[in-house]
């Protein structure tokens, strides 16, 4: 079963500094960089995460657009819609396969009657931060590498093993 994260847009960039429209320039800039983001996790996590934003800032009213081969999912409410109904909406298809995060306790509540879970965006915010920094670049190629999740006293442990087992041969 593919898991889906609704993630309720505007509220995000409202609670988490690095979104603030003083930090990036503008709610535009807000906006794409969320975006942005949406795109390094998805890819990373492997989870289909949607994205939605009330009309009312939004470019281009009731319009859903798919991005990264329908890893993101970019969704404006329509006019006289707020985000939240469109939210709630997904998640009576959803149900028990997605998480909606977003600080709107009232959301929230409405997401675990639906059978949804639920985060808060400082979980969003964490999740980007355990990134690795080489999503932040898509010119840099990945290389998974064991020591970059290693402690420097665990490296310094195997490498003593490695020279002493040399040493031996």
Known sequence: MTHHLIL???NIIGALQRYSP????GFDESRELLIND???AAGWTGRRIILVFDATRSPDPGRSELRAGG???LMYSARGESADDVIERLVRNLGTSATVCSG???LQRAALAGGAARSVPREFGDLLDELPVVTSNPNT???ARVADRLSPEVLHDLERI?????GRQ
Request: aromatic share 12%; net charge positive; proline share 4%.
């Open 8 to 10: 309720d847009g505007y």
């Open 22 to 25: 003083r930090v990036t320039g």
């Open 38 to 40: 949406a795109l390094k």
């Open 71 to 73: 890893a993101v999912r």
């Open 104 to 106: 709107d306790f009232a």
């Open 141 to 143: 190629p990945f290389r």
């Open 162 to 166: 490695r020279r002493e087992a040399e």
